[in-house]
Structure formats: C-alpha cells, structure tokens
C-alpha cells in the first residue's frame, strides 16, 4: 500500500502512543491513548502511516497496531493457587 493507494485497515492502539506528524521540516507529537481506533494507510519499516478520527496524519509505531478483532497473546503470570487448589483458576 501507499499514501496514491491506502490499505485502509482499522487498527486500535494497543498501549499510550505517540503519532508523529512531520510537514516541512516541522515535527509534531500528539498521544494517542490505549484502545484508539485509527486508519493505517501504509508501512514503512516499523513504523504505520495512520490517520485518527479527527482527520490527523502521521506515523506511529507498528507494535502498537493490532487489527480491530484480533487480541493479544495472553501472558500467564505467577497463579496465586496450586494444583490442589478446590477452586483452580479459569482456563
């Protein structure tokens, strides 16, 4: 995809980001908060061109994109009960 023949995938901002905007010699930072649905347009090595609800422009980081309907791994922590726990943790 390119900015002449966008993706257009929604994505939702996985963690706080920041959107750089660059125009001019000019750059921008504006945050974007977790959970953020916005348009990626392109990529360009680990960085996605996305444009936010508001008509914004600029790149963000890859590894804060996930595709609307898909979820993140599970991390398993420390379980608080053991084996012969009566009420074992949900899988």
């Known amino acids: 995809a390119t900015i002449e ?4 995938i929604p994505v939702v ?5 920041v959107l750089y905007q660059t125009q001019g010699g000019i750059q921008d930072e504006i945050s ?9 347009i392109f990529k360009n090595q680990s960085w996605l061109y996305v444009q936010t609800p508001h008509g914004q422009e600029g790149y963000v980081d890859y590894s ?5 309907g898909i979820l993140p791994q599970p991390t398993r922590g420390p379980c608080w009960e053991n084996t012969d726990d009566v009420f074992p943790r949900p899988l």
């Open 64 to 68: 804060a994109c996930l595709p609307l």
């Open 32 to 40: 974007l908060p977790l959970g953020t649905v916005v348009n990626a």
């Open 5 to 8: 023949r966008p993706a257009n």
């Open 13 to 17: 901002i996985s963690f706080t980001s």
